[in-house]
């Protein structure tokens, strides 16, 4: 499936200018969506100041488009009225506009917080049951569902990237697992976006690190093949001798698992 005309969402956000600065020009077009600002667009790229929220809107903005990336949003935990906007009813406008407009694959922003209650000594695969560890974490797992909706029931491609964190270099133990380095981020999306023909994948989107706990079949699938490893910054991490909460230091999902705790601590 060759597709060369690209929409991404959130574009002016930390992923967004990731993508669209590792990107640009590979594709005949790059459509960048957000609220906030982007700047001019260079050759090759349209700019769209737009609401998800908006569904006509982003109608408009799925018009001759192949494949939507789609990043706006919270990009972490908030209260309901903030993430009921943008996560659950604008990733539903962007589906459903990728329906009505003929799109044909849709690259989604997941995050591991879909998964982050399971105890983080069991590594995890991309079949292990939802758990999140939030309202943030909630709201991605209905995007993923969604995700698998519109690939059976409408035959788009759809891949969900349950991405761990983006950083330039890790930041903190935790991330030694989790890190992915801007270029491991826009090589899986490149991928994600020019692979063959499939139906609906969950992929792991984390850099090659020695200590990840997360695999997944599809990137092999994918041809997505990490460079990067966040052991080169372990000895700096370790040296300062951070100890997580005893919640957060159970669960894959760190200090999100500890926030707003009121459960039995033994489940
Ligand atoms: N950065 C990470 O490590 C990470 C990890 C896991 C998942 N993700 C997911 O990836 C996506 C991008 O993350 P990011 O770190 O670039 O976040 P970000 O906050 O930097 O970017 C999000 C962008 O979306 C835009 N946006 C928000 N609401 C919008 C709306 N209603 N209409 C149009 N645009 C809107 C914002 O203006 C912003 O530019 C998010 O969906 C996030 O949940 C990111």
Redesign the pocket.
Known sequence: MTLNRVLI??????????LRAGLGKRYRLLRL????PLGAAAAGEEVVH?????LAAMEAALEGIDCVV???????EDVWEKIL???IV?TYNVFEAARRRGTRRIVF?????VVGFHPRDRRLDEIVMPRPDTR?GAS?AFGEALGRLYADKHGISVAC???????VKPQDERQLATW?SPRDTVELVRCCIEAPDYHFLIVY?VSNNRDRRWFDRASRLLGYAPQDDAEAFAAEIRARGEKPDAIAARFHGGPYCAMEFSGRSED
């Open positions: 969402t959130g574009a002016a956000g930390r992923i967004g200018r990731t969506l957000d609220l906030a737009a609401d998800i929220g908006d789609h990043l706006a949003g919270v990009p972490e906007p943008a996560n604008g922003a997941s995050t591991n917080h943030y991605k990237l349950r991405i761990g964190s983006l950083q992915i989107g």
